[in-house]
């Protein structure tokens, strides 16, 4: 597994060198503990998230197909290690936790990979398994959203929710002393998810948007009182509390 897990990552570095076209994906993966001898279960739950990750840029290459056999066709087009296909990873969470369908504990690994959309391409177009009709991949920018000033917790957690009920997966990338900017994935791009936001903001919460910061929307947050409630106060920040 070591040798394997470190082969994979020198083909990482060699790929992201050879300047393949890449496109963001987060992947989960998991390994029991205290797992087999000679195996360490972070790095088996490492391999499982980059394979997860890559898995997630095949299937919507392929057109978002379902089902187990689906999934198997697309593994089996993959090969053996689907991680090869990562060109960088970071890791974005690592925990312990009991395992949901077996006893004992298991460790969870969470990360964001920088995935060879065209190798990925080549390996499903060999196995004719490649959509007619593949998206191409969308910018940097229009995966993220910039929240500027920094909002309160709630006003963030509000917008969060707001972006999941659209059909965004959202993750919070960073936290800086004035702005916060969230990671978005799913067939709408920032930009269109923002306008929305915009003419349905979350509840108790208006969006205005605010430009552009590096390629990536911007908005700003700003809190409303319900109907026939008191009228509308900034949101609470914390440099607003310095």
């Known amino acids: 597994m070591r ?3 470190a082969a994979g990552l020198l083909a990482l570095v060699v790929s992201a060198a050879a300047g393949a076209q890449s496109v963001r994906s987060s992947g ?12 360490p279960p972070r790095a088996a739950a490492l391999e499982a998230a980059l394979a997860n990750a890559v898995e997630r840029v095949a299937a919507e290459l392929a057109g978002g197909a379902e089902g187990k056999a689906a999934e198997a066709a697309l593994r089996e087009a993959l090969g053996p290690n689907p991680g090869r296909f990562a060109l960088s990873y970071r890791s974005v969470s690592e925990i312990e936790r009991a395992r949901a369908q077996a006893p004992g504990r298991e460790i969870a690994v969470t990360i964001e990979a920088q995935v060879d959309r065209t190798r990925v391409e ?7 398994l490649l959509a007619e009709q ?6 940097d920018g229009a995966h993220r959203i910039v929240v500027e000033p920094l909002p309160s917790w709630p006003a963030l957690t509000a917008l ?18 004035e702005r916060a900017v969230l990671a978005i994935e799913g ?5 269109s998810l923002v306008a929305v936001l915009v003419s349905a903001p979350p509840p108790g919460v208006a969006v ?4 552009d910061r590096d390629g990536a929307p911007a908005i700003r947050l700003e809190s409303v009182a319900p109907e026939g409630g008191d009228a509308a106060a ?4 914390p440099a607003a509390k310095r």
């Open 208 to 211: 205005q948007r605010a430009g």
């Open 122 to 128: 080549g390996a499903l177009r060999r196995a004719g």
């Open 187 to 191: 067939r709408r791009s920032a930009a």
């Open 160 to 177: 969060r929710r707001r972006l999941e009920e659209l059909g965004a997966e959202v993750q919070l990338e960073r936290v800086e002393p």
């Open 3 to 5: 040798r394997a897990l």
């Open 234 to 237: 900034p949101i609470d920040t």
């Open 28 to 39: 989960v993966g998991t390994a029991p503990l205290p797992g087999a001898p000679g195996v």
């Open 134 to 139: 593949a998206a191409p991949p969308r910018a």
